[in-house]
Each structure stands twice: as C-alpha cells, then as structure tokens.
Nanobody, 121 residues
Framework: QVQLVESGGGLVQAGGSLRLSCAAS????????MGWFRQAPGKEREFVAR????????YYKNSVKGRFTISRDNAKNTMYLQMNSLKPEDTAVYYC??????????????WGQGTQVTVSS
C-alpha cells in the first residue's frame, strides 16, 4: 500500500522559511516523478514543483523559482520542499504526490493528505 505522508507545515511570518517533508513508502519510486502541489482557500489545486526521483532534476512553478527548493533523500525515501522568503499568497494546503509521467497539469497517481502552511503579513 503506497503512502505519502507530509509534515512540516505551520504558521510563519512573511519573509520566513519552512521545510516540508514527504515520507514515501509502499513501493519503489525510482522511476517516478515526485511533486508538490498546493491549494489555497477557494482556489483550485496548483502545481508547485517536481523532482525526478532517479536523477534529481527539478522543475518549478515560475512564482516560486528562486524561493523554493525541492530535493530528495533516496536513502530515507523522503522528499523535501524548502520554502524561503514566504509570502502571504503562499498560504495553502501543500500536498506531495507521485506519478510515472509527472505532468504538472496531469492526473497524478498517488497523493498525501496535505499539510497546512499559513503565512501572516
């Protein structure tokens, strides 16, 4: 049974930092893309960043480039999202996901339960 479990969310002031973690279990993800998505109140879920599990290549939503960094630790089967210079508009529930195709706007295979990130102004 595949499980993706996020942690690390919380309340932070604008300009602050948070690191989200996503612990993956239940299968081998070496041929998968892993990604972070977010959903703000009243808005649709949107793609944030993606990493290729095998070689670590990354891809970001334009608005987070230079502020967010996605990474993974193969030994721990864990993915991270380091978020710096946070803005109130980054407030959302953040989800990790896994998929063989990794298309940002596509339908991803596996999802975590989400973790709340709130940025106060």
């Amino acid at each position: 049974q595949v499980q993706l479990v996020e942690s690390g969310g919380g309340l932070v002031q604008a300009g602050g930092s948070l690191r989200l973690s996503c612990a993956a279990s239940g299968r081998t993800f070496s041929s998968y893309y892993m990604g972070w998505f977010r959903q703000a109140p009243g808005k649709e879920r949107e793609f944030v960043a993606r990493i290729t599990w095998s070689d670590g290549s990354t891809y970001y939503k334009n608005s987070v480039k230079g502020r967010f960094t996605i990474s993974r630790d193969n030994a721990k089967n864990t993915m991270y999202l380091q978020m710096n210079s946070l803005k109130p508009e980054d407030t959302a529930v953040y989800y990790c996901a896994a998929d063989r195709d990794g298309i940002p706007g596509g339908s991803w295979d596996y999802w975590g339960q989400g973790t709340q990130v709130t940025v106060s102004s």
